[in-house]
């Protein structure tokens, strides 16, 4: 494919890396090499891109990042077809908590907090966001797996003119100066964290048949989700008014990965899509 080079990364991946200057989206791009009989696409296959143009984030929302200032790529996940892709929702915890570790190895040092945040985003200081992902089911390359490719997106360098929302931020922004001065290095080296995460993960999940308990994927992901124990509110992310449609505690994570909300009534209901933000005394916090 014109453009995508192997490059080397660190010696703890061992599946194929592959680098792109610029492509639309890194998700659709991996989709495709999975269907490319010249490419080898192993389990755990990444590709990075310097530049992504037309990314699609969750919600068919767009997702770019510009040249060279960030960490976008997607990894190939080849999975046995007993683990159920119905309950993907643990591949993105699995994915979240990889970046989360890797964030905090980065800004622990500097006195920050990093979390995940329901369903899909790392977070600093449980407000800033730094990574969004996005899942999705792909075409298996074998009929004894099933295929999900997992896209992320790592904010390493950025000026606060150039903040997409008062709520972004960038490692360079909570003030790593290895990532100011070396973006590119940076989201390298990130990247192979993120990776070694990832893998770990998900190899626990598959040794454990799927079960996210016994594989200790949903007690990490229950501790280390901002999310918990928090009092939000959850919109339709069509409503252009972002008014929440309920609102409540968010108390666990259930069997498949959504979220456990405890109603003011003192029921409780499963989310598994929608804006969750935080309510601070009694009022809807964007």
């Known amino acids: 494919m014109d453009g995508l080079q192997r490059i080397p990364l660190d010696p703890r991946v061992n599946a194929p890396v592959y680098h792109i200057a610029s492509t639309p989206s890194t998700n659709s791009l991996a989709v495709e090499l999975i269907t490319d009989p010249a490419t080898p696409t192993p389990h755990m296959t990444t590709v990075v891109a310097a530049e992504q143009t037309a990314g699609r984030g969750r919600l068919t929302r767009t997702w770019t990042s510009a040249p060279g200032k960030g960490l976008t790529a997607s990894t190939i996940l080849s999975l046995p077809t007993s683990l159920a892709l119905a309950s993907s929702g643990w591949l993105i915890h699995a994915c979240a908590l990889a970046v989360r570790d890797a964030v905090d190895a980065h800004l622990a ?41 997992i896209g992320y997106g790592v904010n390493i360098f950025m000026t606060d003119d150039e903040r997409p929302t008062p709520q972004a931020t960038a490692l360079s922004l909570e003030g790593d100066q290895e990532a100011a001065a070396s973006p590119r ?40 989700c901002a999310t918990i124990g928090s009092r939000i509110g959850v919109a339709d992310p069509t409503d252009p008014t972002g008014a929440p449609q309920l ?38 916090r964007a």
């Open 247 to 284: 609102e409540g505690t968010a108390t666990a994570l259930s069997p498949i990965g959504t979220l456990v909300v405890l109603l003011d009534d003192g029921t409780t209901t499963d989310v598994s899509a929608g804006d969750v933000t935080p309510i601070a005394n009694g009022k809807h």
């Open 185 to 224: 290095g940076t989201a390298l080296a990130l990247l192979a964290d993120i990776l070694v995460g990832l893998d770990r993960r998900i190899t626990g999940l598959i040794n454990a048949d799927g079960d996210p308990i016994a594989s200790g994927l949903a007690h990490e992901a229950t501790t280390r």
């Open 109 to 149: 040092p500097l006195g920050r907090a990093t979390h995940t945040k329901w369903p899909n985003d790392v977070c600093v200081d449980g407000k800033r966001k730094i990574c969004g992902i996005l899942g999705e089911v792909a075409p298996a390359s074998s009929p004894f797996v099933n295929t999900f490719v």
